[in-house]
């Protein structure tokens, strides 16, 4: 026997786009419950997966919140159809993958600030950029970065700063 035949091609699997999920979600949310108890649904559904150990729930209500504003803003006459919901969740996406870089920065700036201070002097950030750095960068190099940055304030970067920089 032949060895090409006794191979089996690998099952390929596709991979489906937000977009798609939302129209399939917005398909399911069409039926005849009021708009309000919807998008209660969905509300707590989409913030129960992205603050699952929120302790004392403030960051999942503030979530629900917005998620609830977003699709009150984008359904028209009580009713959510494939392009409000899908307007409703690219509008939620957005403040997501904002929400996301936000918690990244923080942590690596959190990591990086030994002294707990809420700046990074000039060591702390050598020791960031010498973790992160792009292989071409010398050390005068993170340090005209690191003055640039910390606009000369004694105590170092600040986050604000850091992260206006980073992004």
């Not at 979600?25 to 997966?49: N, P, R, T």
Request: charged letters at 30%.
């Amino acid at each position: 026997m032949d060895s090409k035949q006794n191979k089996q091609k690998p099952h390929k699997t596709k991979t489906m786009s937000n977009k798609e999920i939302y129209r399939i979600l917005a398909f399911e949310f069409q039926q005849q419950d009021s708009l309000g108890i919807k998008i209660d649904l969905i509300a707590e559904m989409v913030s129960s997966l992205f603050y699952p150990n929120d302790q004392n729930g403030e960051a999942k209500q503030n979530f629900k919140n917005l998620i609830t504003q977003s699709f009150k803003s984008h359904c028209y006459k009580d009713e959510i159809n494939e392009e409000s919901f899908c307007n409703a969740m690219n509008s939620v996406e957005k403040y997501i993958n904002e929400e996301t870089t936000d918690r990244f920065l923080q942590k690596i700036f959190k990591r990086h600030d030994a002294d707990k201070d809420g700046f990074l002097d000039q060591q702390e950030f050598i020791f960031l950029m010498k973790n992160y750095k792009d292989s071409h960068l010398t050390e005068a190099d993170m340090l005209a970065i690191y003055n640039r940055m910390s606009q000369g304030d004694p105590k170092g970067v600040s986050y604000d700063n850091f992260k206006k920089y980073s992004l």
